[in-house]
């Protein structure tokens, strides 16, 4: 299975790229400092999403989200 991890998920980009990855069947973990925000994009696309609060200045949050990205894998 597939695996991507989306960092700035909630933005224009960030949704684009994971409604992108998500229609070519990958497992996705959103990640966005706004977790609320990106939970909306995780609902629109339904199944195999996960969603993580991810503030990319923290280094233990970067250990984080590979934890949970590997556990997806």
């Not at 939970?39 to 250990?63: I, M, N, Q």
Request: glycine share 12%.
């Amino acid at each position: 299975m597939a695996v991507a991890v989306i960092t700035g998920a909630a933005g224009g980009l960030g949704s684009l790229i994971a409604r992108g990855l998500h229609q070519r069947g990958y497992s996705l973990l959103l990640t966005d400092i706004d977790e609320e925000a990106a939970s909306r994009v995780a609902a629109a696309l339904g199944s195999r999403v996960e969603v993580a609060t991810h503030d990319v200045a923290d280094p233990e949050a970067h250990r984080d989200v590979g934890r949970r990205a590997a556990e997806l894998g």
